[in-house]
């Protein structure tokens, strides 16, 4: 099995661009594949998508070097084998709050005796071949949410779950934590504070760090601050801002 894109970008010292898709459209996500993203996000948890629709979104994507990540609505060991036997090569699990939720995201994304992934990759298995067993350790990617007080609390511990690949920041959650209202490209200096001291605990366990953001600009100064895993729009961002932009652009005539 090949290593995955976000690896071999992170291997060259740069950050990988991740694209977010929270409708359920396999033309989106193969337009948004076609765009040389380094990977692209199917959101299960807080996106319009079910099970049906990743597996036409993964296969939409089919044949192209970028790395197919799946938020998965929650640590439910089911539904993390169905989206990796699917041919996702990567998972994102939402609400990481303590070192044993860690082990157990870890546990659920592994073949025994790391882990307790149930083998049966019908679709995966025809994607890499006979070598998928040996090789899903190596090319599957697992990522932990920190993204609550509790999570900060336990932040060390969680990042030196072995077996974990990277941590992922929630910043909407992070910051009605901190006392905020929901948001994210936060500028608050407790906020800040927080997600610096992710990305720290990230590099210091040897993990990849990624954040959900809203703006190339903002993505740019996480990249600065560490962060090796760029969410920076989403396709109904795309889309809604496009409509927008080109209404502002005739505003003169329209009204």
């Not at 190339?216 to 409509?243: I, K, S």
């Amino acid at each position: 099995m090949d290593e995955t894109r976000i690896k071999r970008q992170w291997a060259a010292g740069r950050p990988a661009m991740n694209a977010w898709l929270v409708t359920p459209s396999p033309l989106n996500a193969e337009i948004t594949a076609h765009q040389d993203v380094c990977s692209i996000t199917i959101d299960m948890q807080h996106g319009l998508i079910d099970y049906a629709d990743v597996l036409a979104m993964l296969t939409a994507t089919k044949g192209l070097d970028l790395t197919r990540i799946v938020r998965v609505p929650g640590l439910d060991s089911a539904v993390i084998n169905k989206v990796l036997d699917a041919g996702a090569d990567a998972i994102i699990c939402p609400l990481v709050n303590t070192p044993e939720d860690a082990a157990d995201l870890v546990a659920a994304c592994r073949y025994p005796p790391e882990g307790r992934r149930s083998f049966g990759p019908f679709r995966a298995g025809l994607l890499h071949g006979d070598g998928y067993f040996a090789g899903a350790r190596g090319h599957s990617l697992c990522f932990a949410m920190i993204e609550t007080t509790e999570g900060l609390g336990n932040l060390d511990a969680i990042a030196a779950t072995p077996g974990l690949d990277g941590l992922f920041v929630g910043p909407a959650d992070l910051s009605i934590g901190l006392g905020h209202t929901p948001g994210f490209d936060r500028q608050e200096d407790d906020v800040i504070a927080a997600i610096d001291r992710i990305a720290k605990a990230a590099h210091d366990n040897g993990l990849g760090c990624g954040i959900y953001t809203t703006s190339p600009e903002y993505g740019r100064r996480m990249a600065e601050a560490g962060y090796n895993l760029l969410t920076v729009l989403t396709d109904a961002d795309v889309l809604a801002n496009g409509v927008r932009n080109a209404r502002e652009t005739l505003e003169d005539l329209l009204t």
